[in-house]
C-alpha cells in the first residue's frame, strides 16, 4: 500500500471517528437515549466513568479524532524533512487512542458489565489507526513526501 493510500486511509478512519464520537458526545449532552441494539450503550453513558473531570468521554474522543483527522490532512504538505516527524507524531497519537480504547473496553466489560456497540465501533477504528500508524513508521517508504504525493 502507498504512502499516499495509508494517509488517506488513515484520515477517513479518524473521520468516521470523528462521527462516532460526536453523535455519542451530542447525545450524551442531550442525556438522549442512545440508538442501540441493546441497553448497553445507554447503560455506559450513565455510568459514572463516562465522564472524566465532569466532561464526557465522548468529547475527548471527539478531539482525539479530529486532531488525528488534522496530521492526515496536513502531512501531504509538509517538507520531506519533517515526514518522519510527522510518522512519529501519527505514532503517538494512535498508541494513545488505541491504549485509551483499550482501557475504556476494559471498563465497559469489567465495571459497567454493558456493551455500547457505539463505543465498540470507536474502539475498531482507533485500534486501526494505531494499525495504521504503526505500518507507516516501521516501513519508511510508506512515508509520504510532497513530491510523491
Not at 95 to 119: D, K, M, N, P, R
Request: aromatic residues 12%; charged residues 5%.
Amino acid at each position: 500500500m502507498s504512502s499516499v493510500k495509508v494517509n488517506r486511509v488513515m484520515f477517513a478512519l479518524a473521520v468516521a471517528g470523528l462521527i462516532v464520537a460526536g453523535l455519542l458526545w451530542y447525545w450524551h449532552v442531550l442525556n438522549a437515549n442512545i440508538p442501540c441494539t441493546n441497553a448497553g450503550c445507554d447503560q455506559v453513558a450513565q455510568h459514572p466513568t463516562s465522564r472524566l473531570f465532569g466532561i464526557p468521554v465522548a468529547a475527548y474522543g471527539t478531539l482525539f479524532y479530529l486532531s488525528f483527522a488534522f496530521l492526515c490532512a496536513l502531512r501531504p504538505s509538509v517538507p520531506a524533512e519533517h515526514q518522519r516527524l510527522f510518522a512519529h507524531l501519527l505514532l503517538l497519537w494512535g498508541t494513545v487512542g488505541f491504549l485509551v480504547s483499550l482501557y475504556l473496553t476494559y471498563l465497559e466489560l469489567f465495571v459497567i458489565h454493558a456493551i455500547c456497540q457505539w463505543c465498540m465501533a470507536s474502539a475498531i477504528i482507533a485500534t486501526a489507526l494505531f494499525v495504521l500508524s504503526l505500518l507507516a513508521w516501521r516501513q519508511p517508504h510508506l512515508i509520504t513526501t510532497p513530491s510523491e504525493a
